[in-house]
């Protein structure tokens, strides 16, 4: 009895775990990473063309694959989480990797000696002149830009996981929070990231990069130390083994059994066994979508089996784990077309950037910078989400009946035609400021153009919107498609989509540079034909929305099955569990 009063003493300390009470610990440690992190995204463009003496492309790309490796690297950061470390330990890991980063960044920036001579108030028609980094300069610079990347990668990969841990979906009350889990994370991102553009920028203007690099690297190390005083809060998931390796035991089991023909009775295949059910292994219904994969459920028989090793990972898989495989499969067309959508705002994020030095920031006697653009979406997407979370979801809920108000492939679609808007506007605000340029004869001039620099204001709202309905929409589809064996696995497929689009972009434009004859070839946006470049956004936008109402209506959704004891619980009955302790 004594053993009974412990086991209902330590599930009372579980229950006290976990909550929105921990929930809060990642939100805040979510904004401070964002906060680091995104000011370098939009601001590095200035630091690479004006101190490292890249040219303008050259700046944009260097960003653009900067920003890709961290979300790409996403994935490594899962395997661990899920294989080795639990999301707690992964976060603080990949975070001290991610000081080390911005520290070196910060030492090369303060020695002058360590960088070459900046070009930075040199005309636009003499900055070929411009001294060029050597190969020290470039192994600092590009070793310091790829230690955040990589650490915040990580980051990336298990903090917004380890912030879902916190809330049992199984539970009414816990599923309820857990929907809008993934709106407050976005909304407390968001609050990062305007703080990363205006106060980290400002700093990086007017202090210099020596402050703002040094600066970042205190943040995450203060954000390490927050996510360490929520230690005792947490729910902590114990790594049961990488969701990749599973998938690839399915595919290399069903490139072995390929010649083995496909029972009548599916029953025949091999099934989830009893004991694992109850250790919280999902039990999926068969699809009949892809059944090449099926193949490498089939048991041998046992001559081959007394030859072979036809028991093993590599050569029998269970049908759950056939099944969660296929559901990886059935997304990757969905987030394949959604990497364009990314694709166009990493050029926003650059170029738009580049669009508003030439133009007038001024407000009164104060002068925004350029970085800090887009604060503009972002004090939209601080409207935008607890309306979207609050007011929209709960009506759209009575008319459809749907928990999240509309679907998630529905929300990410409407995300899409917005982003196809937004790059048609920003085609037409390009044209008016090339024409303002041409008009007062300021073409070749470097000083600002005499239009605000808030008529960009208007391409980004429409795509903050888009963002708001796609990023979302994406972690919530694959949050609830996954199994519970891969979650973590899925946040870093959404985190895929921007990697890819940040590296499209970099080979769309040097692909369109030489394809065109150098629309975006000449170092000064006044000659450049940008706005050509973004009506080609847009029409290939338009292909790619077609593209991704196939996917979607193609897609099916994930059916969980119910074992004859009932729903799959991590929960065991407390009366079973009371029984086998005694």
Known sequence: MGICRNVKTGENQLQKKGGT????????????????????????????SGYMNFSLTKSANTVTNFMGTAFLLSLFGAFLSDTYFSRFKTCVLFSIIQVLGFALLGVQAHFSQLRPFPCKDVPLSQNDRCESADAGQLAILYGGVYLVALGNSGVKAALPSLGADQFDEKDPKGAAKLSSYFNWLLFFITIGAMLGVTLFVWIGDNQGWDWSFGISSVAVGLAILLLTMGKQFYRYNVPKGSPLMRISQVLVAAFRNRNLPLPQNKEDLHQIRSGEAENGIEIIQRTDQFKCLDRAAIP?????????????????CTISQVEETKIVVRMLPIILSTVFMNTCMAQLQT??????????????????????????????????????????????????????????????????ILSIVSMAVSAVVESRRKSVAIEHNMVDSANQLPMSVFWLGFQFVIF????????????????????????????????????????????VVSVINKVSGGWLANNNLNRDKLDYFYWLLAAVSVLNFGFYLLCASWYKYKKPELNQEGPISDEKPKGKTEMRVV
């Open 464 to 507: 903050a919107t888009a963002e708001i309905l796609t990023l979302v929409g994406l972690l919530d589809f694959f949050y609830a498609e996954s199994t519970s064996g891969m979650k973590s696995l899925s946040m870093a497929i959404t985190w895929c989509s921007l990697a890819f689009g940040y590296f499209t972009s970099s080979v």
């Open 351 to 416: 170029f738009t950037i580049q669009q508003s030095m030439t133009m007038n920031r001024k407000i009164g006697n104060f002068e925004i910078p350029a970085a800090s653009i887009p604060v503009i979406p972002q004090i939209f997407q601080l409207i935008m989400i607890p309306v979207y979370d609050r007011i929209f979801v709960p009506i759209a809920r009575k008319f459809t009946g749907i928990p999240s108000g509309i679907r998630q492939l529905q929300r990410i679609g409407v995300g899409l």
């Open 300 to 316: 041998r028989n046992n001559q081959e089996a007394s030859t072979s090793n036809a028991h093993g990972p590599w050569s029998l």
């Open 21 to 48: 009470r921990a929930a809060l610990f990642v939100y805040v440690v979510a904004g401070i990473d964002t906060m680091a992190f995104i000011s370098k995204g939009v601001s590095l463009v200035t630091y690479f």
